[in-house]
T-cell receptor, first 113, second 116 residues
Framework: GNSVTQMEGPVTLSEEAFLTINCTYTATGYPSLFWYVQYPGEGLQLLLKATKADDKGSNKGFEATYRKETTSFHLEKGSVQVSDSAVYFC????????????FGKGTRLHILP | DTGVSQDPRHKITKRGQNVTFRCDPISEHNRLYWYRQTLGQGPEFLTYFQNEAQLEKSRLLSDRFSAERPKGSFSTLEIQRTEQGDSAMYLCASIQPRQGALREAFFGQGTRLTVV
C-alpha cells in the first residue's frame, strides 16, 4: 500500500540556518504530496502541496519539489526562525485510487535563538 | 464559518466510561474525515463520510468506536468503554467537493483524550 517515510527528529538548528527535512514515498499511482505543520497544542495546517512531477510547492519561505524519479518531496527553507519550531508531517493522497491522506510519522523541529 | 471546529478540545475520562466528540466541518464541504494521532506518531485514518454516508472504516476502528454524520453536516465520534490505549488526539478534517488533485483537507484543532 501507499506509505510515507520521513526523517526522524528532533531536528535542532540555530536561527537563520538552512533546513532540510527528507521525505520519500511509496505509491502505486500518481499521488498529490503535502507538507503539514502542527504547532504545539494545535491541529494540522497545510504548509504546501504539489500535485504532479516537478511541481514546486512553496509557502512562508518553505519549498518542496515533487521528484517522481526519486519518489521524494524534501522540505527546505533557507533561513529558519524560532517561530518555525513545530512538528512537520509529509503526506500523500492518491485520490483516484484511495480516498484518504496518508501521513508520515512527523519530524519535530527546534529552532534555537 | 472560518474553519473546522471540534468540541471539546480536551477530555479526561476514567477507564470504562463512554465519550463523544463533535466535529463541525466547513459548511460546503461534503467529505468529513476522522483521524487519530498518538504521541510521536502521524495521524492515522479512522473513517470518513461523504455527506451522511460512512464510506470507509479503518481496522483501527474497533467495535467500541462509532461515528455518525446524521444530516451530512456535523459528525460525532463515540468511544464506548474507553481504555487507556484510546488516549490520543482525535482530529477531524473536511474536504471540499473538487476533482482529484485539487482537493485540500482542512483540519480542526483536535480533541485530546486522556483516559485515566
Amino acid at each position: 500500500g501507499n506509505s510515507v517515510t520521513q526523517m526522524e527528529g528532533p531536528v535542532t538548528l540555530s536561527e537563520e540556518a538552512f533546513l532540510t527535512i527528507n521525505c520519500t514515498y511509496t505509491a502505486t499511482g500518481y499521488p498529490s504530496l503535502f507538507w503539514y505543520v502542527q504547532y504545539p497544542g494545535e491541529g494540522l495546517q497545510l504548509l504546501l502541496k504539489a500535485t504532479k512531477a516537478d511541481d514546486k510547492g512553496s509557502n512562508k519561505g518553505f519549498e518542496a519539489t515533487y521528484r517522481k524519479e526519486t519518489t521524494s518531496f524534501h522540505l527546505e527553507k533557507g533561513s529558519v526562525q524560532v517561530s518555525d519550531s513545530a512538528v512537520y508531517f509529509c503526506a500523500l493522497s492518491d485520490w483516484d485510487r484511495d480516498d484518504k491522506i496518508i501521513f508520515g510519522k512527523g519530524t519535530r523541529l527546534h529552532i534555537l535563538p | 464559518d472560518t474553519g473546522v471546529s471540534q468540541d471539546p478540545r480536551h477530555k479526561i475520562t476514567k477507564r470504562g466510561q463512554n465519550v463523544t466528540f463533535r466535529c463541525d466541518p466547513i459548511s460546503e464541504h461534503n467529505r468529513l474525515y476522522w483521524y487519530r494521532q498518538t504521541l510521536g506518531q502521524g495521524p492515522e485514518f479512522l473513517t470518513y463520510f461523504q455527506n451522511e454516508a460512512q464510506l470507509e472504516k479503518s481496522r483501527l476502528l474497533s467495535d467500541r468506536f462509532s461515528a455518525e454524520r446524521p444530516k451530512g453536516s456535523f459528525s460525532t465520534l463515540e468511544i464506548q468503554r474507553t481504555e487507556q490505549g484510546d488516549s490520543a488526539m482525535y482530529l477531524c478534517a473536511s474536504i471540499q467537493p473538487r476533482q482529484g488533485a485539487l482537493r485540500e483537507a482542512f483540519f480542526g484543532q483536535g480533541t485530546r483524550l486522556t483516559v485515566v
